[in-house]
């Protein structure tokens, strides 16, 4: 009977292993010190050998000469493992034994000492499907079970594993195997089964394995039950409903044009051929995710799974476009796919995404606008070309060109409404009590100061000696001792001054019944000075105050 590649060519011992090393060397020194320790998880991604690594751990520990890291395979232990029914070695799907009921009769088995071999080893697959009761029934004896008990549970979840499970066992994750290790591995199976593949047809199916070994070998004997003993690329891709990379490529061609039309007609050809439009949209993501990452590292890096000759036409590919571009594309083909696996009309989805990756390659970074708007060159790309901006947009004066390199200050945008000249305004003349009011009365209406604006109108204002002498009521002291008023003096005068503040000039005359009896007090005058008082009186005109109350007193 037939027997699939995936198992046929399974690991029996760490040196067949490929990959996951770091899980290797831990594994041998442990037996090679006598440490083995009673609990292990394997976690990690399907097909990368964690129930493979699990049942070599068993060989190696109930070998006749063991426990050693190279178990003969010939004794009667070693064959049992390797054909699955050893009556020492018990494999346990969790997935369908996730109950109370199986772990309590788990735990009962335990109790009894192994038939034949050395250890009792229990290996549980898909330990995360496991109830908390069940793992609760599990738990003293999984941390202190007999010496010669070992668990091994193997999950693709391990967030799912309860922490006090995961406290006592020791944890190995298994990482995805490399793209060139799957591709060898491939290819030595291909030759001691007689078949002859090409580079790319093995590129092709490690990309569908994604990491996994498994799922590689899964490909593989579906293509060689297709395609016979001779495996082509464009036949692997063809059956595995993959898209080659000058497939893809019409999509970036059409973004170099900005041919929306072309977009319309790729969308029409898929629909016509009968391909998966959600499919499609992964693939393309994932072209433009090896774009952008062979436009970062070059050709030859070992983050993009692909052949040589394949990454060398990504890289010349990718010469076409920034690293700004290829990000904003990446992004917009994920937007797109997740709106694709919830769409009633796929096509229409596709054709409006499609068309957005043309718009969005028209963008203008802001760089070159404000150099075009402002007269200046544009300034150089900083990573290859793909940033386009409109022709007509290019074009500048000389004489914008001429007054921004004649002054540095030049580039600075005149506020609306000013003149030509960008000198600061010459400050009132001396002792010009007039002058130094009325600007500063301007200046505060302007800026939307009231308060400042009327405490400055009942003011007088005198400059001697470098100062500015405020003389006002003494409703207004408050405000005119304010940092407004600092910032305006500040900005008509083009220079920080000394302020003074003192009382004096004449008051204003108040509503006959408005003001306290005692007018005079200190309490009284600074409640009436008070900013939002005076607001209060100016918009309810006939309010009267009739006392004022310190609530300190």
Known sequence: MYQVL?????????????GQEHVRATLENAIAQSRIAHGYIFSGQRGTGKTTVARILARCLNCEQGPTTTPCGTCASCREIEAGNSVDVIEID????RGINEMRELRESIKYRPARDRYKIFIIDEAHQITNEAFNALLKTLEEPPEWVVFVLCTTEAHKIPTTIASRCQQFAFRSVEFDLVIERMRWICEREGIEAEPEALAVLAQAGEGSVRDSLSALDQAIACCGKKLTGAEVRELLGMFSLESLHQVTEALQRGDSKRMLEIVQELERNGRNLQHFCRELARYFRNLLVVKVAGPGTRLVPAAQEEQKRLAEIASGFSEEDLTRYLQLTLDLFRDLQFALQPRLHLEIGLLRLVHAGRLVSIEEALAAVGGGAAPAASSGGGTRAPAGRRSTGSAGRRSAAASPVAETPAPPGAGES???APAPAANGSGEWKKRLHGAAVAQGLTFVADAVEHAEVV??????????????????????????????????????????????????AEAPAASDDETAARALSHPEVQEFQRLFPGSRVRAVRNLKQ
């Open 94 to 97: 969790a997935a369908s034994n």
């Open 422 to 424: 960008r000198e600061p």
């Open 463 to 512: 400059e001697a000696g470098g100062e500015l002498r405020f003389r006002a009521p003494k409703e207004f002291l408050f405000t005119l001792g304010s940092s407004d008023v600092k910032k305006l003096v500040h900005s008509v005068a083009g220079r920080p001054m000394k302020i003074k503040v003192e009382a004096g000039g004449g008051e204003i005359p108040a509503p006959e």
């Open 6 to 18: 995936a198992r046929k060519y399974r690991p029996q011992t760490f040196a067949e292993l490929i």
